[in-house]
Structures are given as C-alpha cells and as structure tokens.
C-alpha cells in the first residue's frame, strides 16, 4: 500500500534589496519589478530601523510604514539569524536592507543570507547602486582583477602596512578599493597623499548618484596639490569610496 506524500510547507523567499546612496531621484536607480515586489512585503530585516524607515519611504512613498515589521541586525547577530527568518519558514517573503547601497557587502546582511542558505530559505537579489562597483566603473582601473577591503585598521601603523601592500598589488594590476567612515574623508584623503608614492594612482567617489556626485582619478602628486588648494575640503563628512590601481590592460 502506497502513502501519499505530505507536501513540504512553501517557504518564503529572502530579497535583498538595494537602498539609496545618496539624496537624489531615487527610482532612476530600482530595478524593473522592484517596487511591486517591496509594496507586497511587510515584514523586514534592517541595520538601522530609523534609516531603513527613510529609505523605505523614499523609495515606496504609498506604503503604511506602521504595518511594516521590522528586525534589525549587526555584526553581534548570527546567533539571531535563524530566529529572524522565521517568516520565511512560515512561507511569507521578508526584505533585507542596509543602510547604504546594496545589503550583506561591508554590511551585517551576509549573516542573514547565510542562515537563509542553512535553512533552504530561496535567496533573491536585486540589482541597484554599489558604491564599490560604481567606482570601480568610474576609474579606469583594471576592472578584471580587484580586491575590496572594507574598513582600513584603526591602528595608524597597521593602516599604513595595510596601504603598502594594496599599493604593491595595485602596481601588479590589482585594483584596490576601500571605504572610511564620512567624518574622516578629509582627514584620509590628506593620509594617503602622505602614505602613497607620488606616482600611484588614486581615484574618489563621493555621494555617487546624488546631486553632488563627485569622482576624481589622479596621481598622489595631483591630489597633493589639490589638497594644498583646499578642495579637498568639500569632502567633508560625506560619504566617499577610495580606489587605487592602474589602467586595465
């Protein structure tokens, strides 16, 4: 005598949405299918509850932001991570945001991304701004070989050993990309005219997609003089991606 088989409950997919870099027309930048998607989701995985409020309300400005449920997440999560799919497990679809740019690079949201792996939880990314990318497009380094790096160490020494060996890679054709935090891009950028040679290649995006997008590529030696100038200044707490490499070849 044969048994029927139970079918499996259907589980919930976990999408990975790209939020806003920068103050500006928002929508240029979603994915087609986008935005129906987020209208039909209520329930979130954010880093920061009140950014992710603004994002979603730029991006979805219909939407009852008080019947989204939201979770948020950090470095200190993982042990969490199982818990907050628990919609998923339930068949409903949840949204994971992070507070700049596309979730789980240089961001807590891998954690989640993991679990929903270990679970069977269906995982879909969307398409959206990436800082690091956008810069890395915006160079004219050798996009076919890059490392990105995150946060520098805080450590002024191991920093410096740090920019050393990016450098040595960037001059074998290995584009190397990294992040710091808005308040010290001004203070940095007068740190890598000192660190780097004066012949090294060093490119900045600031605010990419906003209003005042700014990106620049040019040898230390140019920056240090723009730094004398004080244009280096209009970077001043705003958020900026830092590349150094050589033209692709």
């Not at 929508?27 to 950014?51: C, F, H, L, N």
């Not at 679970?119 to 398409?127: A, D, E, F, Q």
């Not at 160079?139 to 002024?156: A, I, S, V, W």
């Not at 590529?217 to 200044?233: A, N, P, T, V, Y």
Request: glycine share 8%; charged share 20%; net charge positive.
């Amino acid at each position: 005598m044969y048994r029927l088989a139970v079918p499996m409950a259907k589980l919930g997919t976990l999408h990975c949405f790209p939020t806003p870099l920068s103050q500006g027309v928002v929508r240029d930048y979603m994915a087609p299918g986008m935005i129906e998607t987020m209208s039909g989701i209520d329930q979130w995985i954010v880093e920061t509850p009140k950014t992710a409020r603004a994002h979603l309300k730029a991006m979805l400005p219909d939407v009852h932001l008080p019947s989204m449920q939201m979770a948020s997440i950090d470095k200190h999560t993982s042990y969490q991570a199982k818990q907050l799919l628990e919609p998923c497990l339930q068949g409903h679809d949840m949204g994971l945001i992070s507070d700049a740019g596309s979730p789980a690079i240089a961001d807590p949201g891998n954690l989640v991304v993991s679990a929903a792996h270990a679970l069977h939880v269906p995982v879909k990314p969307w398409s959206g701004p990436n800082s690091i990318m956008m810069l890395l497009m915006a160079t004219g380094f050798n996009g076919q070989h890059f490392q990105f790096h995150g946060y520098l160490p805080h450590d002024k020494g191991e920093r410096k050993h740090a920019l050393r060996n990016m450098e040595q890679h960037a001059s074998r054709g290995v584009t190397q990309l990294w992040i710091e935090t808005p308040f010290r891009s001004v203070k940095h950028l007068e740190e890598l005219s000192q660190a780097l040679h004066h012949n090294s290649l060093l490119a900045v995006g600031c605010d990419l997609t906003g209003q005042r997008e700014w990106i620049r590529s040019m040898q230390i030696k140019e920056w240090k003089d723009l730094i004398k100038q004080g244009e280096h200044q209009k970077l001043n707490k705003r958020p900026c991606v830092f590349a150094i490499g050589k033209p692709g070849e």
